[in-house]
C-alpha cells in the first residue's frame, strides 16, 4: 500500500502561481511512477503529468505543457507539481497518483491515489 496526501491548493487569480506538494507513505516511492490529474464539477477527471520513477522522464497534456513542471524527491518522498500562469477554467480538484510498470497518461495506469487538493483560480 501507498498512501498519497496532497497539500498547497488554494485560491489564486489568474495569471497567479501555485505548488501542489504529494507526500507518499508505505512502500517505496522511488519504485513508483507518479501522476497528476484533475476533475472539475461536472467534467471527466482529466490528465495533466506525469513523471518516471527516477525523475528522467515526464509527460504533461498538451493543455499545460509550458506552464506545469511535475517534478519529485525520492529523498523526501514527495511528488510536485508546480503551475504557473493559471487559468479560471483549471479550477478543480488536483490528485496525485502512483502506479507501476508504464508510465501512463491514463487514470487506469495508476494503483493509488490521494484525496486531492482543491484549486481555485479566479477571474
Known amino acids: 500500500q501507498v498512501q498519497l496526501v496532497e497539500s498547497g491548493g488554494g485560491l489564486v487569480q489568474a495569471g497567479g502561481s501555485l505548488r501542489l506538494s504529494c507526500a507518499a507513505s508505505g512502500r517505496t516511492f522511488s519504485n513508483y511512477n507518479m501522476g497528476w490529474f484533475r476533475q472539475a464539477p461536472g467534467k471527466e477527471r482529466e490528465f495533466v503529468a506525469a513523471i518516471s520513477p527516477s525523475g528522467g522522464i515526464t509527460y504533461y497534456s498538451d493543455s499545460v505543457k509550458g506552464r506545469f513542471t511535475i517534478s519529485r524527491d525520492n529523498a523526501r518522498n514527495t511528488a510536485y507539481l508546480q503551475m504557473n500562469s493559471l487559468k479560471p477554467e483549471e479550477t478543480a480538484v488536483y490528485s496525485c497518483?502512483?502506479?507501476?510498470?508504464?508510465?501512463?497518461?491514463?487514470?487506469?495506469?495508476?494503483?493509488?491515489w490521494g484525496q486531492g487538493t482543491q484549486v481555485t483560480v479566479s477571474s
Open positions: 497518483s502512483a502506479g507501476g510498470v508504464y508510465l501512463s497518461r491514463s487514470w487506469n495506469g495508476y494503483t493509488y
